[in-house]
């Protein structure tokens, strides 16, 4: 698919669900967010419905996000429903990896290809701060299942305030490094000041090559992660959202009033 100004739109990225088992200071409030009730979220049919639509439309590269998708229940069962579908040639998912030692090989078997994992420091204590009360080890744990697993290669997403020489960067990178992990480095974002820069390492945040559309857990096909554009596939079908979707897809991001990261899936 070729949106308004000529840019391939191939990625999709699936927020499964607007649940987490962190509390990140930058994504969530300390006491957690009103949930979206469980009619409002898509069930696997839909999602699997969506993403085949989305599929023969052009679409070859889809990313299974949340909040946290590995607390979403049944996600291997989803993770085979959508491995089955032919033309996805890179099947990916972002977590936050504290349950991914549980999850790695039944993901592997059902047809996920890779993994990327949030780590913003490798300091147990700063990470239990940044994630109010996370456990470091078992996103080392996680890594290590990801490896055995096969779920290669591994991306590390660090988020940072302002530059990749930031002392808990650095130290990342260099983790990295002695792990054959490949870091990326994602600038603080801010959805209502319109606050984002292309991600250090990816392609994230670069508007004029941008590929990627979104669904939201609560069936919203979003065009731009910082827009209020979005689509219901409930009310309008999975095939006209999309078309919709590609077509008003702004040339650049703005800024999204509307969205939290948390139900959008960054
Ligand atoms: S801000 Fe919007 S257009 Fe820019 S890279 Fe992100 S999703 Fe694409």
Do not use: W
């Not at 439309?57 to 949340?66: L, P, S, V, W, Y």
């Not at 701060?129 to 996370?134: D, F, L, N, V």
């Amino acid at each position: 698919m070729l949106d308004s100004y000529n840019r391939k739109i191939n990625y999709l990225r699936i927020s499964v669900t607007d649940r987490c088992n962190l509390r990140c200071v930058y994504c969530m409030p300390e006491n957690g967010v009103p949930l979206l009730k469980h009619d409002d979220i898509l069930s696997f049919h839909e999602i699997v419905t969506v993403t085949k639509i989305a599929v023969q439309k052009g679409i070859d590269k889809i990313r299974i996000t949340g909040g946290e998708p590995l607390v979403r229940k049944g996600i291997v069962d989803l993770i085979r429903m959508i491995g089955k579908i032919e033309g996805i040639s890179d099947f990916s998912m972002t977590t936050n990896a504290i349950l991914l030692d549980q999850f790695a090989e039944d993901l592997k078997k059902a047809g996920l290809h890779r993994v990327n994992i949030s780590l913003d420091t490798i300091d147990p204590e700063k990470f239990s701060q940044i994630t109010r009360g996370g456990d470091i080890q078992k996103v080392f744990a996680g890594i290590e299942a990801a490896k055995n697993a096969g779920l290669e290669p591994i991306k590390i997403n660090c988020v940072i305030k302002k530059d990749h020489h930031e002392p808990d960067a650095l130290t990342v990178a260099k983790f990295c490094d002695e792990n054959n992990l490949h870091v990326r480095f994602i600038q603080e974002m801010n959805l209502e000041k319109g606050d984002f820069s292309v991600v250090h390492g990816g392609t994230g945040g670069d508007c004029g090559n941008c590929n990627r559309i979104r669904l939201t857990a609560n069936g919203m096909i979003k065009p731009c992660l910082f827009s209020d554009i979005q689509y219901n596939v409930r009310e309008l079908g999975a095939e006209k959202a999309i078309d919709l979707a590609v077509g008003n897809k702004p040339q650049s991001g703005h800024v999204n009033l509307t969205g939290k990261f948390y139900n959008i899936g960054g």
